[in-house]
């Protein structure tokens, strides 16, 4: 079974703040990984896949497979990043993603 | 030029009610989704489509029926509408229906009064 746990419902920072978003995950295979992101009234998009190692809005998320994790990190918050994140798995030839119950990140001027 | 549209955006109707949620995408892709996501937020697969054919059925009441006429749409029609059904519910749909990044819809607001 694949689970994906979010433990922070809510997270506060100021702005220029480091911020981190955790994300933890079991699974038996070899887990694809995604951050979706949603503003507020809007969609949910991508926001980056730890496939693609990029670094987008200069979020970055590290895959650490020894404790099964995936942390989003932005060194310095910006109040446009206020919004909704998602992390997902996908794995094998399962056709789905499983979400976890997502973070509101708020950034405070 | 919207890649995964839906409408309506808004759907406000009676307990007992039939409703349907209509689901286009235009981007080519074989798989397509229906995600709820309820007043916690909390995003939840219901049912997937690949090629027209469901593929996962997420432990959803059988008043939810999802019809994918062709691998462009992807309709969700609801029987007798419970209170339980207000929710947020998006369209997703993603290119070979093997993890991969998803597009999702605008969503549609259901509210069962």
């Known amino acids: 079974a694949q689970r994906v746990t979010q433990p922070e419902k809510l997270l506060s920072v100021f702005k220029g703040a480091p911020v981190e978003l955790k994300c933890n995950y079991s699974y038996s295979g070899s887990p694809e990984l995604f951050w979706y992101v949603q503003y507020s009234r809007q969609r949910l998009q991508l926001l980056l896949r730890h496939i693609s190692r990029e670094s987008i809005k200069g979020f970055t998320a590290d895959h650490n497979k020894g404790v099964t994790s995936f942390h989003l990190k932005k060194p310095f918050a910006q109040e446009e990043d206020s919004a909704m994140y998602y992390c997902?798995?996908?794995?094998?030839?399962?056709?789905?993603?499983?979400f976890g119950k997502g973070t509101l990140l708020t950034v405070n001027p | 030029d919207t890649a995964v549209s839906q409408t309506p955006k808004y759907l406000v109707t009676q307990m007992g009610n039939d409703k349907s949620i209509k689901c286009e995408q235009n981007?080519?892709?074989?798989?397509m989704y229906w995600y709820k996501q309820d007043s916690k937020k909390f995003l939840k697969i219901m049912f997937s489509?690949?090629?027209?054919?469901?593929?996962i059925n997420e432990t959803v009441p059988n008043r939810f029926s999802p019809k994918s006429p062709d691998k462009a749409h992807l309709n969700l029609h609801i029987n007798s509408l419970e209170l339980g059904d207000s929710a947020v519910y998006f369209c997703?749909?993603?290119?070979?229906?093997?993890?991969?990044?998803?597009?999702f819809g605008p969503g549609t607001r259901l509210t069962v009064l």
């Open positions: 997902a798995l996908g794995g094998g030839s399962n056709y789905k993603l499983t």
């Open positions: 489509y690949n090629n027209k054919e469901l593929i």
């Open positions: 981007l080519g892709h074989d798989t």
């Open positions: 997703a749909s993603s290119p070979r229906g093997l993890p991969d990044t998803q597009y």
